[in-house]
C-alpha cells in the first residue's frame, strides 16, 4: 500500500514550489517506513495521512462547520491502515454526507501537510485533497456528531480566516486553468 500512496503522491502536478517541496518531503516521509495512518485518537502517531474530498459545482464548494477543528473545512477523513486514500475517500462520503463518490479527477488535486488546530490542536496532517461533482440542489444528508452545518461557498466568498491554511492554494488550482 505505500507504494501506491506514493504513487498518488507522485502524480500530483504542483502548483508552485511549495508544494513541489510538500511532495518532495511527503515521498521522502512514505519511503521512510514511518507509520503513515492513525492508530489511536486523537493523533497516534503524531503525522498521519487525510484524504479531504472537496465537492465541486461549478464555482461553488461544499465546505463543513467542523466541530473539532472549530473551522470550514472540506470533508474527509483519515486514512485507515491498508487502506488507499481514494477508498477512504468514498468511505467517508458515504459516512459524512450519505452519498456516493463520483471523484472529478482520480487524483488528488492537491497535497499538504499541515499543523492540526482546534480541540485537536498540535498534529500534522498531511492531506491529500481529492475532488468530487456536487450538486447544490441536493439536500444533504450529513454527519451532524462531526459537523454543525454545512453550507455551499461561491469560490470567491470562502472564508479563509476560518478553513484550512491550504485552502486558498487549492481553490487557485481548482479554478487556474493555465495551472498545468
Known sequence: ??????????????????????IQDVLAWIGSGAELCRIQKPATPNKHLVSYFVLVDGEYVLLVDHIAAELWLPTGGHVEPEEHPQDTVIREAREELNITADFLLESPLLVSSTT??????????????????????????????????????????????RTDPEMGRFIKKLYCSSCF
Open 1 to 22: 500500500m505505500r507504494d501506491q500512496i506514493a504513487k498518488e503522491v507522485d502524480s500530483i502536478v504542483p502548483l508552485d514550489e511549495k508544494e513541489r517541496t510538500t
Open 116 to 161: 492540526t488546530v482546534g480541540k485537536t490542536a498540535g498534529h500534522t496532517d498531511v492531506s491529500l485533497w481529492y475532488t468530487l461533482r456536487g450538486d447544490r440542489q441536493l439536500t444533504l444528508d450529513f454527519d451532524k456528531s462531526e459537523f454543525n452545518i454545512i453550507r455551499w461557498f461561491h469560490k470567491d466568498d470562502i472564508p479563509l480566516d
